[in-house]
């Protein structure tokens, strides 16, 4: 059983009693971060169970961009859902503070969602109409050449009511992939992957000031990105590539396949 984000931080620690079963059967429970690992742990699923297995992008489709000047206006972008885990409406706010200390700004917020009304009516109250803009949903494709004219990527993560938050954002390892400076907060798996000042930057979630001094100090000290990026990038290829953990994913089900006495005949193919 693969654990993956909300179904260990919203749905098992809701009703944990619908997994005790599961975790006193299954032979093993693979997890996409540690601290899933670590939730698990909690819900009752024995330790030596688990196996952190990550989830990988296909490096392939995102080339490195070298360090490059930054574009004035400065161009920020938010990708994913309009959902409550994913907090844009602390990204806004952290906009508003760098118009106001007089930063020329352009912030595309890509994606859709239940959340969106609400951040554009955040948007108007905050007086930003001229520089967010809301692209909707957009497919991947479009993704990549989204995160080639960018300047800077804000996944703004947080710990929704409910408890539900990150494993760890494919949009993050996408972005330092292709070269991208990228800011993320400290929830989930989110520290597993950023190491803040070596390879990006992670700040402390619900924060608007603490993004938008993250963002200062980008444009601050270009002196540092060269290294920072492209420590980055070896990070992603090193823990992230797709066709390993599919490898290693194929492994971990051919061995308890195999244990079972099936003799699988079919090729396996996984997608994340």
Not at 74 to 103: F, M, Q, W
Not at 205 to 230: S, T
Not at 234 to 263: F, I, P, R
């Amino acid at each position: 059983t693969s654990f993956r984000g909300a179904d260990a931080t919203r749905i098992a620690s809701r009703k944990p009693e619908n997994f005790r079963t599961l975790f006193a059967t299954g032979d093993r429970f693979l997890a996409v971060s540690f601290s899933i690992r670590d939730q698990l742990v909690q819900l009752g699923c024995p330790a030596e169970k688990i196996n952190v297995l990550r989830s990988g992008i296909d490096l392939s489709r995102f080339s490195y961009r070298e360090p490059r000047g930054l574009h004035s206006p400065l161009r920020l972008v938010t990708i994913g859902r309009l959902g409550p885990t994913k907090g844009h409406k602390y990204a806004l706010e952290a906009v508003r503070s760098l118009v106001d200390s007089g930063l020329s700004i352009e912030y595309r917020i890509i994606g859709d969602g239940t959340l969106r009304e609400m951040l554009e009516e955040q948007t108007s109250r905050l007086e930003l109409d001229s520089v967010v803009t809301f692209d909707g949903a957009v497919d991947s494709d479009r993704v990549i050449e989204i995160l080639r004219d960018a300047d800077i990527l804000i996944a703004p993560s947080v710990v929704a009511p409910t408890g539900q938050t990150e494993g760890v954002p494919n949009v993050l390892k996408e972005a330092m992939a292709s070269g991208v400076p990228a800011i993320g907060t400290n929830v989930g798996g989110v520290a597993e992957l950023i190491d803040h000042g070596k390879n990006g930057f992670v700040v402390p979630q619900k924060d608007p000031n603490a993004i938008a001094n993250c963002v200062r100090d980008i444009v601050m000290h270009p002196e540092k990105m060269p290294d920072i990026l492209g420590q980055a990038r070896q990070s992603v290829e090193e823990h992230y590539d797709l066709q390993v953990l599919n490898a290693d994913l194929e492994k971990v089900y051919l061995h308890y396949a195999g244990s079972t006495g099936w003799n699988p005949t079919v090729r396996w193919c996984y997608t994340w």
